[in-house]
């Protein structure tokens, strides 16, 4: 069964890419799924302990811990032989740290300008519209308890970017690279999905979301070293906090 499961060496005919993009959708709706679910069944036992913060911060946390097991156990599945080495790629190198660098300032630098002016162009509606006239249920982040800033600061700048690149940038990319198109499919399939994960954002937002998905699969296809992704991924995700809390 195994064997049936794991991912073709090459993709030889239009058969075996159907079958390589059939695996990774049920992989992918099964571990989203799976990690709702016990994120959720967790809260469900303990979630009226807490305070509503804490309680979207330890939902975060119990989520993204749930994708990340999953993910390696995706990972061998789908490449029994060598999962790490085939989902996390190349030895730790630093030849592309600038780069990853550079593509996360630049991003943040350009998001709200580029939202802008998507958002000006675009319907207004957003994906998914907010409830007008409810009240502010979260305290800003710079008035959290002191634990609650380092947590959420934690959970948002590494722990979130980690499990986001093991999926988008990490066993997805890499096989969807196994199909006859390679990066041709790999690339966009797998920044289209990233964008429509952040599909509450309005229109502008989601477009600056997948062009920063695209620059994180084009670092993954270059130098193939996840760490580069998460580093990139994370800069971005603690540099637009930064801004939005503190300017």
Known sequence: MHSSIALPATSRHALD??????RLAVAYAGLTAISHWVAGQIMH????????????????ALFTAVVLIGSL???WLLQPREPFSWMFGRNLTFAGLVPALLLAIAMVLSANPLAE???????????????HGQPQILTPLLDLQAWRLVGAVV???LWVPLAEEVIFRGWLFKA??????????????STLIFALLHSFYSAGGVIVIALLGAGLGWLRWKYDQLWLCVVAH????GLTLWMVAVI
């Open 17 to 22: 890419d159907a079958l390589i993009l059939l």
């Open 234 to 237: 994370a800069t971005y995700n």
């Open 117 to 131: 002016w998507f958002d000006l162009r675009w319907p207004k509606a957003e994906f998914m519209h907010d409830v």
């Open 176 to 189: 969807l690279q196994r199909t006859r198109p390679g990066l041709w499919l790999a690339l966009p399939a």
């Open 73 to 75: 156990g995706v990972a």
């Open 45 to 60: 036992r303990i979630g009226n302990f807490w305070h509503i913060d804490t309680q979207f911060l330890i939902l975060d």
């Open 155 to 157: 959970v948002a700048t």
